[in-house]
């Protein structure tokens, strides 16, 4: 199959989960950019009113807890960031319900650690709670607990869920998705740093996650996320490993989802591997 062919390929996908991180959810400046995620918000609901079946996975708990108490920058301690997480998240989750329900749409919060994904007997609660969701119709909005873990926060090291990328993969793994799509604030992946290189080449299509292709990651993300293109590349190994298909594309557009499910050469596809019955 050609590129393009294997693209079109992702209009087949039933199941999508969407990833979207803080810095698509904020302004540089830190501020919720509500406008995005009301674009965020419309496109998803109109895939739901397709029949498809969507999961969201939001950062953001704290970019947006930081924003509601007027805080001059964001908090540096645990403990800090935690209470300001557990503010952050009530206000993300307050206005996901009212924007989705102008559009028609329920939808329900699931807040996960990864000892809860390790517990096999809780992993199949978690898993039931997600079917038990789509089949009612309800869109499940997924973060991570960030007022109780502290892994992620406390050591800047991603040995959590790394800002959600692997997590997404993760709740990819648990719904049996057949796509998954992470929203960032880069076009795709490139061969290099395309901030530092102008030479750099966006990668359309990739088959298999190579050692030098981890090469090409380089380090972290933004400054208001934590998440760089390590922890997408760990998150395309479990999804694609998992039978899905995963795409990192620029969220600066929401409407780019609809254009990555129509076969569009936008963003970066990371093809699934074969999964034995």
């Known amino acids: 199959m050609s590129h393009m062919e294997l693209r079109k390929e992702l209009s087949k996908a039933k199941r999508i989960v969407v990833k979207v991180g803080t810095s698509t959810l904020t302004y540089p400046n830190g501020k919720i950019n509500f406008t995005r995620i009301d674009k965020l918000v419309r496109v998803l609901s109109d895939l739901a009113n397709q029949e498809k079946e969507v999961v969201l996975v939001t950062s953001g708990a704290i970019g947006v807890g930081v924003s509601k108490l007027k805080l001059q920058s964001k908090p540096t301690t645990v403990r800090e960031k935690q209470a300001v997480a557990a503010v952050g998240q009530l206000e993300l989750m307050h206005i996901y319900d009212k924007l989705f329900s102008e559009y028609g749409r329920v939808v329900g919060q699931i807040l996960l650690t990864r000892d809860i994904?390790?517990?096999?007997?809780?992993r199949e609660h978690v898993i039931n709670t997600f079917e038990t969701l789509i089949e009612m119709g309800i869109i499940p909005i997924v973060n991570e607990n960030d007022s109780v873990a502290v892994d992620e926060i406390e050591s800047g090291v991603n040995r959590v869920f790394g800002d959600n990328d692997t997590l997404s993969a993760i709740v990819g793994e648990l719904v049996k998705a057949d796509l998954l799509i992470i929203l960032t604030d880069i076009d795709g992946f490139y061969d290099c740093d395309p901030r530092k290189n102008t030479c750099s080449k966006l990668i359309s299509v990739i088959k298999d996650v190579t050692p030098e292709l981890e090469l090409c990651a380089g380090g972290v993300g933004s400054a208001r996320?934590?998440?760089?293109?390590?922890?997408?590349?760990?998150?395309?190994?479990?999804?694609?490993c998992a039978g899905i298909d995963m795409v990192i594309a620029n969220g600066e557009e929401p409407n780019i989802i609809m254009q990555i499910i129509d076969g569009e050469d936008v963003g970066s596809v990371f093809l699934r591997k074969e999964v034995a019955p």
């Open 117 to 122: 994904v390790e517990n096999h007997d809780a």
């Open 225 to 240: 996320g934590t998440g760089g293109m390590v922890t997408k590349l760990s998150a395309a190994k479990i999804a694609t």
